[in-house]
T-cell receptor, first 112, second 115 residues
Framework: DAKTTQPTSMDCAEGRAANLPCNHSTISGNEYVYWYRQIHSQGPQYIIHGLKNNETNEMASLIITEDRKSSTLILPHATLRDTAVYYCIVGFGGTSYGKLTFGQGTILTVHP | GAVVSQHPSRVICKSGTSVKIECRSLDFQATTMFWYRQFPKQSLMLMATSNEGSKATYEQGVEKDKFLINHASLTLSTLTVTSAHPEDSSFYIC???????????FGPGTRLTVT
């Protein structure tokens, strides 16, 4: 599986957009980009995933560059409850795969 | 989203004893379940992958005779830590995936403390 690089930590003001970058320059053509987050002492929570196109759901937006070597997770209006470790993971999708390799992630702190 | 439960949420056991942790998918059929371990201030490390009705596939360095995994039904997987030692104290997290989706759904985790 391709590796990812994320900043160790980021801050964001409550109500503002949080933009979390991720580099995955060795991603292969059929690998997906997944984002999960983990609030302290809880299991990770799925946020969003994408292959080539930008994606949006009720939680966030995922912007993937045209060359697919990097992506950005956008939380449009961050709240204090969004404070968590955010993991960007690349891996194979579909029914036959699913193994996720977690890196160190980005600690996002949302402050009042 | 889909719901995955784990039981117990916390367990304290004595060194040398065995502990069983259950992982259940409550509203979907989990063809694949994964077991992770997380030490304090570290990321999640995948221990093993289990498919319903098949033997689990363990990651390199994980002792299959120590961490017994059973995935007997489409909604239940169990992890048994045998002959537990203090160094096995950790946060154990399971996740489940159906054959229809790409995402994994994680349980709330089980905190194991071995004294």
């Amino acid at each position: 599986d391709a590796k990812t690089t994320q900043p160790t930590s980021m801050d964001c003001a409550e109500g503002r957009a949080a933009n979390l970058p991720c580099n995955h320059s060795t991603i292969s053509g059929n690998e997906y980009v997944y984002w999960y987050r983990q609030i302290h002492s809880q299991g990770p929570q799925y946020i969003i995933h994408g292959l080539k196109n930008n994606e949006t759901n009720e939680m966030a937006s995922l912007i993937i560059t045209e060359d697919r070597k990097s992506s950005t997770l956008i939380l449009p209006h961050a709240t204090l409850r969004d404070t968590a470790v955010y993991y960007c993971i690349v891996g194979f999708g579909g029914t036959s795969y699913g193994k996720l390799t977690f890196g160190q992630g980005t600690i996002l702190t949302v402050h009042p | 989203g889909a719901v995955v439960s784990q039981h117990p949420s916390r367990v304290i056991c004595k060194s040398g004893t065995s502990v069983k942790i259950e992982c259940r998918s409550l509203d979907f059929q989990a063809t694949t379940m994964f077991w992770y371990r997380q030490f304090p201030k570290q990321s999640l490390m995948l221990m093993a992958t289990s498919n319903e009705g098949s033997k689990a596939t363990y990651e390199q360095g994980v002792e299959k005779d120590k961490f017994l995994i059973n995935h007997a039904s489409l909604t239940l997987s169990t992890l048994t830590v045998t002959s537990a030692h203090p160094e096995d104290s950790s946060f154990y997290i399971c996740s489940a995936k159906s054959d229809r989706g790409y995402e994994q759904y994680f349980g709330p985790g089980t905190r194991l403390t071995v004294t």
